[in-house]
């Protein structure tokens, strides 16, 4: 399948841990990488690779991958993470990216 | 410390041309993959194509008749064009560095633009 399929919604109630979900027939070849995106704002970059977050993103945020899944998890969760987060990986080809149709978290 | 910005016209006809352009600064231009990403109200993100240094290109299959992008390599800019948009062209459009290998990722972006088809 040359689609990513996540989890349209998860909840996490604040100061514990959630683990938001990306499947797809292209991770067995490309690491996932993870975008949080807050309302009308831009999405960015929080996770990336086996182990990668980029400069000024709390290590709160971490990675796994096994096989056909990825999966980002927040521990500690703030009411400042309550965000869509989309995994993206390029497709099994190499020659295009797909993205996760979004996962919205909300912090209770 | 990597920046795009974009511009382009946000109001558009049904069956007119969208347009935009994005400037990279800060970083490498050469050895890039450089993508267009969509986002229409209230749904998720859409990639609609790419861009190398060279003008190699990859597009989505969904939008390949009507996308065409192109590059200024002595600028340092890459543009999308659309052709006869519809309203269900209506979303925010943001251009995005793209990085290759089994670790690759869109990492920087534009501030996006929203662009409207309305008659």
């Known amino acids: 399948s040359s689609e990513l399929t996540q989890d349209p919604a998860v909840s996490v109630a604040l100061g514990q841990t959630v683990r938001i979900t990306c499947q797809g027939d292209s991770l067995k070849k490309y690491f996932a990488s993870w975008y949080q995106q807050k309302p009308g704002q831009a999405p960015i970059l929080v996770f990336f690779g086996k182990d990668k977050r980029p400069s000024g993103i709390p290590d709160r945020f971490s990675g796994s991958s096994s096989g056909t899944a990825a999966s980002l998890t927040i521990s500690e969760a703030q009411a400042d993470d309550e965000a869509d987060y989309y995994c993206h990986s390029r497709d099994s080809t190499g020659y295009r990216w797909l993205i996760g149709g979004g996962t919205k978290l909300t912090v209770v | 410390q990597v920046q795009l910005h974009q511009w382009g016209a946000g109001l558009l006809k049904p069956s007119e041309t969208l347009s935009l352009t994005c400037a990279v600064s800060?970083?490498?231009?050469?050895?890039?993959?450089w993508s267009w990403i969509r986002q229409p109200p209230g749904k998720g993100l859409e990639w609609l194509g790419e861009?190398?240094?060279?003008?190699?290109?990859n597009y989505n299959p969904s939008l390949k008749s009507r996308l065409t992008m192109s590059v200024d390599t002595s600028k340092n800019q890459f543009s999308l064009n659309l052709a006869s948009v519809t309203a269900a062209d209506t979303a925010v459009y943001y251009c995005?560095?793209?990085?290759?290998?089994?670790?690759?990722?869109?990492?920087?972006g534009g501030q996006g633009t929203l662009v409207t088809v309305s008659s």
């Open positions: 995005a560095r793209g990085t290759t290998g089994t670790t690759g990722r869109l990492d920087y």
């Open positions: 800060g970083g490498p231009f050469s050895g890039i993959y």
């Open positions: 861009i190398s240094h060279s003008g190699s290109t």
